[in-house]
């Protein structure tokens, strides 16, 4: 059966830093991430469950196909794959220092919000607003969505996000205790733009 596994982090766990301490890199890819990595293998155990060339693509037909999973399992399913599949973009989705955006996504940006920092105004103010614990997203028709808990828009049969930012307290409490803004302003340092441009170019 397929087992997940939990990805090694693609840069040091103190590379962050300022914007995200060596701490809170720890704490939310060894225990929390690695908790979903566990508890969807335990979920799945006994089913089976269709497999495609990475693990990515697998993750993203199992939560575009929720409804198909057995009750007794589907919101084990829901919220440790997703927490799975999107803490695995996520930490591809920073890199130490920031990277630069490519062209095409700059202007497309700019044409729909007028302006970078508009962009990542109207970005802000989704985190600042997302109640409780959830995710705000890059869509890759360049809206900005959120969802609660560990969805994302693949389980409404949405696409792959360009870009996501986890809003969860157990993403910045140690370093920022409850001033989300603080953290969402730093976490701009460290977006991994060329990244999320190979994504948008893609489309
Ligand atoms: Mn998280």
Redesign the pocket.
Same mark, same amino acid.
């Given at each position: 059966m397929t087992q997940f596994s939990v990805p090694a982090l693609p840069y040091a766990y103190d590379a962050l830093q300022p914007a995200i301490s060596e701490a809170i890199m720890k704490l &939310?890819h060894d225990t /929390? /991430?690695a908790a979903y990595v566990t508890k969807l293998n335990a979920a799945l155990e006994g089913l089976g469950v269709d497999s495609f060339d990475t693990e990515e693509a697998t993750l993203e037909h199992l939560l575009s196909s929720l409804d198909s999973l057995p009750n007794s399992v589907r919101a084990a399913v829901r919220n440790n794959g997703g927490?799975h599949y999107? &803490?695995s973009l996520?930490w591809k989705f920073m890199t130490p220092g920031g990277s630069a955006m490519s062209t095409e996504l700059r202007e497309a940006l700019e044409a729909k919000y007028g302006s970078i920092d508009a962009f990542k105004e109207e970005f802000t103010a989704k985190a600042l607003g997302l109640f409780g614990s959830g995710w705000v997203w890059l869509q890759p028709n360049l809206e900005i969505t959120t969802s609660p808990n560990q969805d994302s828009e693949l389980m409404n049969g949405g696409p792959a996000p360009l870009l996501g930012l986890?809003v969860?307290e &157990?993403?910045y409490y140690l370093d920022y205790y409850a001033a989300r803004k603080d953290y969402v302003d730093a976490w701009w340092d460290v977006v991994n733009w060329a990244f999320v441009s190979e994504r948008f170019k893609a489309e």
């Open positions: &939310h /929390h /991430h927490g999107n &803490h996520f986890d969860w &157990h993403a």
